[in-house]
C-alpha cells in the first residue's frame, strides 16, 4: 500500500486536479461491464411502469448510497489516511466486526465471478450454435474451456490482465452506444407497454420492489471506491471528501444517463415476446439481439462485445477475490498467512475458483435469481447499512452522523434486503 501511496502522491503533485475525469471513466468502467449486458433483461423483466420508477429513481440511489460508503475512507480522520475500507472497519469496529465485514465484502465479490462464468459459457455457446451454425458443445467441456482459459490467462499474466480489462472499457462504451442508436428504429412502444409479468396489477407494486435489488447489483462501482478516496488524499487532505463527493455525482449522472438509455433501448427493441424468450435462454441481451435480427453488425460485433465484457468485468473481479481472500486469511489466521507464501496463496484461490466457477457454470442456475441475491443483500449491507451504522457509532465520524441523506440510504438499505429475503422465500 506505501507503494501505491507514494505513486500518488507523485502523480498528484504533478498535476494536482487532473485525476478527477480519469476517476470517473474509472468508476464507470467498474459499474459497466457485463451487469449492463443483463440488465434490460432484469428490469425490463418487471415490466413498463416499474422500469418508469427505476429511471426517476435511480440516480439519488446510486449517488447518496456511493457517497455514503466511500466517506469512510474519504471522511477518514487525517491520522487514519492511506487505509482502505477493510482496514478502517477492523482498526473501528474490532476484529470480529472486521472479519465479518471482510467475510461480506468477499461475498459480494466472489459469487460474481461466478456469474460470469455462467455467462461466458452460455454466451460461447449460443455463438457457436447461432453465428457459426456449429455443433453445441458439451457443457462440461465448454465450461472448463470457457473459464480455465480465463483464469488461466489471469493466473499467468495478472497485470496484462488487469490493463486489458481497464482498456476495454472504451470500446465497449462506444459500442453499446452504437448498439442503443441502432435499435432506435426497431422501438415498439405498445409491445412493451403491455408486457405481462403474469401477476397483474399486482405485479407492478411487486415489481417495483423486486427491481431493487437488480439495480443495486448493475450500477454498484463500490469495488473501486476504496482506492479512488485514497488516491484522492494526499492531494486533497482534509479536503478529500467533498471532491470525492464531486466526482460521484458525476459518476453517477454518467451511469445513469448512459445506462437506462441502453435499457430503454433493447427493452423496447425486445418487445413482449423477446423479453420473453431472452429471460428462458438466459443470455444477455445482446447475444439475444445477434440470433434474432440476421444482420451482420449484430450477428458478430454483438457476442464480441458481450464476451469482451465479461472477460473485462471477470478479470477485474477476479482481483477483487484474490485481495479480499488475502486480507480475510490474515485476519482471520495471522499465523497460517505467515507460513503460507503470496504466490502459494494466489494459486489456491485460483484453483477454488475455477472449480467453483466450472461447476455453476455446468449447472447454469438463473442469473437474474443470482444478480438479485448479491446486490440485494451482501452489496446492499455494505454499501447502505454498514457506513450509516459506523457514522452512528464512531466519533471519528461525527461530522456526518447527522447527515439527513443517511436516513435514506439506511431505510433503502433496509427495504432492499427485506425484499431479496422475501421473494427467495
Keep these: 500500500m506505501s507503494n501505491t501511496v507514494a505513486t500518488t502522491v507523485e502523480r498528484?503533485?504533478?498535476k494536482p486536479a487532473g485525476s478527477t475525469m480519469t476517476w470517473v471513466i474509472t468508476l464507470f468502467g467498474t459499474a459497466v461491464g457485463a451487469g449492463i449486458l443483463f440488465l434490460p433483461l432484469n428490469a425490463g423483466g418487471f415490466g413498463f411502469w416499474p422500469l418508469v420508477f427505476a429511471t426517476v429513481f435511480i440516480l439519488p440511489l446510486v449517488y447518496f448510497s456511493h457517497r455514503t460508503y466511500v466517506r469512510i475512507v474519504s471522511g477518514a480522520p487525517i491520522r487514519d489516511h492511506g487505509k482502505d475500507v477493510l482496514e478502517l472497519a477492523t482498526q473501528y469496529l474490532g476484529r470480529p466486526s472486521g472479519i465479518v465485514i471482510a467475510i461480506l465484502y468477499w461475498l459480494a465479490i466472489f459469487p460474481t465471478v461466478l456469474i460470469?462464468?455462467?455467462?461466458?459459457?452460455?454466451?460461447?455457446?449460443?455463438?457457436?450454435?447461432?453465428?457459426?451454425?456449429?455443433?453445441?458443445?458439451?457443457?462440461?467441456?465448454?465450461?472448463?474451456?470457457?473459464?480455465?482459459?480465463?483464469?488461466?490467462?489471469?493466473?499467468?499474466?495478472?497485470?496484462?490482465?488487469?490493463?486489458?480489462?481497464q482498456v476495454l472499457v472504451y470500446p465497449l462504451i462506444f459500442a453499446l452506444t452504437a448498439t442503443s442508436i441502432y435499435l432506435i428504429p426497431r422501438w415498439d412502444f405498445q409491445s412493451f407497454l403491455h408486457y405481462d409479468n403474469g401477476e397483474g396489477d399486482f405485479g407492478i407494486l411487486k415489481g417495483i420492489l423486486l427491481i431493487l435489488p437488480v439495480l443495486v447489483f448493475s450500477f454498484s462501482h463500490m469495488a473501486a471506491l476504496s482506492q479512488f478516496a485514497l488516491d484522492m488524499q494526499p492531494a486533497y487532505?482534509?479536503?478529500?471528501?467533498?471532491?470525492?463527493?464531486?466526482?460521484?455525482?458525476?459518476?453517477a449522472i454518467l451511469l445513469v444517463v448512459f445506462t437506462m438509455f441502453f435499457v430503454w433501448s433493447c427493452v423496447l427493441a425486445l418487445g413482449a415476446d423477446g423479453m420473453n424468450e431472452a429471460l428462458e435462454q438466459?443470455?444477455?441481451?445482446?447475444?439475444?439481439?445477434?440470433?434474432?435480427?440476421?444482420?451482420?453488425?449484430?450477428?458478430?460485433?454483438?457476442?464480441?462485445?458481450?464476451?469482451?465484457?465479461?472477460?473485462?468485468?471477470?478479470?477485474?473481479?477476479?482481483?477483487?477475490?484474490?485481495?479480499?481472500t488475502?486480507?480475510?486469511?490474515?485476519?482471520?489466521?495471522?499465523?497460517?498467512?505467515?507460513?503460507?507464501?503470496?504466490?502459494?496463496?494466489?494459486?489456491?484461490?485460483?484453483?477454488?475458483?475455477?472449480?467453483?466457477?466450472?461447476?455453476?457454470?455446468?449447472?447454469?442456475?438463473?442469473?437474474?435469481?443470482?444478480?438479485?441475491?448479491?446486490?440485494?443483500?451482501?452489496?446492499?449491507?455494505?454499501?447502505?447499512?454498514?457506513?450509516?451504522?459506523?457514522?452512528?457509532?464512531?466519533?471519528?465520524?461525527?461530522?456526518?452522523?447527522?447527515?439527513?441523506?443517511?436516513?435514506?440510504?439506511?431505510?433503502?438499505?433496509?427495504?432492499?434486503?427485506?425484499?431479496?429475503?422475501?421473494?427467495?422465500?
Design 12 to 14: 498528484a503533485e504533478a
Design 116 to 165: 460470469y462464468g455462467i455467462s461466458i459459457t452460455n454466451s460461447v455457446d449460443s455463438f457457436i450454435v447461432n453465428q457459426l451454425g456449429g455443433p453445441s458443445i458439451n457443457r462440461w467441456v465448454l465450461a472448463i474451456l470457457c473459464v480455465g482459459i480465463m483464469t488461466g490467462a489471469f493466473a499467468v499474466g495478472r497485470k496484462p490482465m488487469i490493463w486489458l480489462a
Design 237 to 251: 487532505g482534509e479536503k478529500t471528501a467533498k471532491r470525492v463527493d464531486r466526482t460521484e455525482i458525476l459518476t
Design 282 to 324: 438466459n443470455i444477455p441481451v445482446l447475444s439475444y439481439f445477434a440470433n434474432v435480427t440476421g444482420t451482420p453488425f449484430m450477428a458478430y460485433m454483438a457476442p464480441v462485445v458481450v464476451m469482451c465484457a465479461i472477460i473485462s468485468s471477470y478479470f477485474g473481479h477476479m482481483l477483487g477475490t484474490e485481495e479480499g
Design 326 to 425: 488475502e486480507y480475510l486469511l490474515r485476519l482471520a489466521a495471522p499465523k497460517l498467512a505467515e507460513r503460507i507464501s503470496h504466490r502459494s496463496l494466489l494459486n489456491i484461490v485460483y484453483l477454488i475458483t475455477f472449480v467453483g466457477t466450472t461447476l455453476v457454470a455446468v449447472y447454469n442456475p438463473s442469473i437474474v435469481s443470482m444478480i438479485s441475491v448479491v446486490g440485494g443483500i451482501f452489496v446492499a449491507f455494505l454499501v447502505y447499512l454498514a457506513p450509516v451504522y459506523m457514522f452512528k457509532k464512531l466519533d471519528a465520524f461525527s461530522k456526518f452522523k447527522n447527515d439527513p441523506w443517511n436516513y435514506f440510504v439506511f431505510g433503502m438499505g433496509i427495504v432492499i434486503m427485506a425484499v431479496t429475503v422475501w421473494n427467495m422465500f
